[in-house]
């Protein structure tokens, strides 16, 4: 039996999978709304599947109005799944993590246990601050529990299938007794398992995502150099690029990386990103290409700002196509959109208009900007005089004629095409 501590985004796709991997499975939160919603069928987040596995899981295998101490001591593994917010300086906040691990350790009676720690944390946290604090909770509680790290690697719009259908798992665990328990929970899944120590297993979550934001910057950098030297065809260049082979396998799609935008956002980059540079520096080494990443990412938002406003006189109306991080998801987390609107707020533009798919609520209940909110993209294109294309969602490739009876910016080079190859003496 496993208990899960925290139902976000990371925690409720890992309880609903385990339990669907037919272990029974606890679910905790603090929130209290959150976990009424739940009870009520409903996802607090939107998730493709997810709603269906809560709807099959939910009173099945999958619990949530247990209390702690019941959960705690009906589990061989306690999972925890709590935020870990970016500090000021890019450092991990830990008091979620660390007060997770004591409320088990106050909970906890009898049989062993591991906890696991499924929150995103920079490489030697474990080792040097979670490791240290477990230990002396063990001799203070007198208990023996034990403890391993086990990064999650989902991508918003596609946690179901990642989480149930991993390419790999990666572990880091010091102890045999709790190697062993976390065997026999990952053996349903089928997938290779692989042990390391607690800083590989963190570095390797990092390694991951700030490979992902490097090439991200990387082809942003290079967007802005293409238009400083003149008569480059952006979007044509990535897309040739892409044909190189050596993109193409398993896992294949780092070519949508390797593609120049409007910057990354969303929870996981820019937190890691920053956190990874912080850790770096606090062990005496400056990670140029790192800090290069983040400033490259905050210098395309002024970038792409003061590109409108070289060409938008202030009085017009300018139409925002899109505000979520990426398309197929309703997150606006740190997302570009956010930035972008509120340069062109301090540049003096007033008339601004938006829409998105999915995500025009969350953005104003979590910004509350000085902007109007469209319900679909015809009215968005019938009140704006121009339009800054800002996330690929289909629905704007699925609409090419309608955007571009308007003036449009395609910071997301959404719309451009890939113009016919010639191979031999055919056009293909």
């Known amino acids: 039996m496993i208990t899960v501590l925290g139902l976000g985004f990371v925690g409720l796709t890992t309880a609903l999978g385990f339990s669907k991997k037919g272990f029974k499975v606890y679910g905790i939160d603090l929130d209290k709304q959150k976990v009424e919603s739940i009870k009520n069928y409903k996802t607090p987040f939107y998730e493709p599947h997810l709603d269906d596995a809560l709807r099959d899981e939910l009173g099945n295998n999958f619990i949530v109005d247990a209390s702690l101490k019941e959960a705690v001591n009906n589990s061989k593994v306690v999972i925890i799944c709590v935020g870990t917010p970016g500090k000021e ?38 080792s040097k601050k979670v490791k240290p604090f477990v230990e002396e909770k063990n001799k203070a509680y007198n208990k023996s529990i034990g403890l391993a790290s086990n990064p999650e690697f989902l991508r918003e719009g596609y946690a ?44 390797i979550k990092y390694l991951s995502n700030t490979l992902l934001s490097t090439l991200i910057s990387f082809s942003n950098e290079m967007a802005m150099i293409a238009e400083h030297i003149g008569d480059i065809d952006v979007p044509t260049a990535f897309k040739i690029l892409h044909q190189d082979k050596r993109w193409y396998g398993k896992p294949a799609a780092m070519a949508s990386y390797v593609y120049p935008g409007c910057g990354y956002g969303g929870y996981c980059l820019p937190k890691d990103t920053a956190a990874l540079s912080s850790i770096a520096k606090e062990h005496g080494f400056e990670p140029k290409v790192l800090d290069g990443n983040l400033k490259i990412n905050d210098e395309i938002k002024d970038f792409v700002a003061d590109k409108i406003a070289a060409a938008v006189p202030k009085e017009r109306n300018i139409g925002i196509l899109g505000l979520a991080f990426k398309s197929g998801s309703d997150d606006v987390r740190l997302t570009p959109s956010k930035y972008i609107i509120e340069k062109l707020l301090a540049k003096g533009y007033t008339n601004i208009v938006a829409y998105d798919p999915m995500a025009n609520e969350v953005f104003d209940k979590m910004y509350n900007f000085p902007i109007r909110y469209t319900a679909t993209l015809q009215e968005l294109v019938d009140q704006a005089d121009d339009l800054v294309l800002l996330t690929a969602w289909p629905e704007f490739k699925q609409n090419k004629e309608l955007l571009q009876s308007k003036r449009l910016f395609d910071f997301r080079y959404a719309l451009a095409e890939l113009p016919a190859a010639v191979v031999g003496d055919a056009a293909v």
């Open 89 to 126: 300086d890019g450092s991990a906040d830990l008091t979620y993590l660390l007060s997770a691990v004591e409320g088990v350790f106050e909970a906890s009676e009898g049989d062993f246990k591991v906890i696991v720690t499924k929150s995103t944390v920079p490489p030697s946290t474990i």
């Open 160 to 203: 179901w299938d990642d989480f149930m259908n991993p390419d790999r798992v990666v572990i880091g665990v010091e102890d045999e007794r709790s190697k062993e328990i976390l065997n026999q929970i990952y053996i349903p899944f089928n997938a290779p398992v692989h042990y390391v120590s607690f800083n590989s297993a963190e570095f």
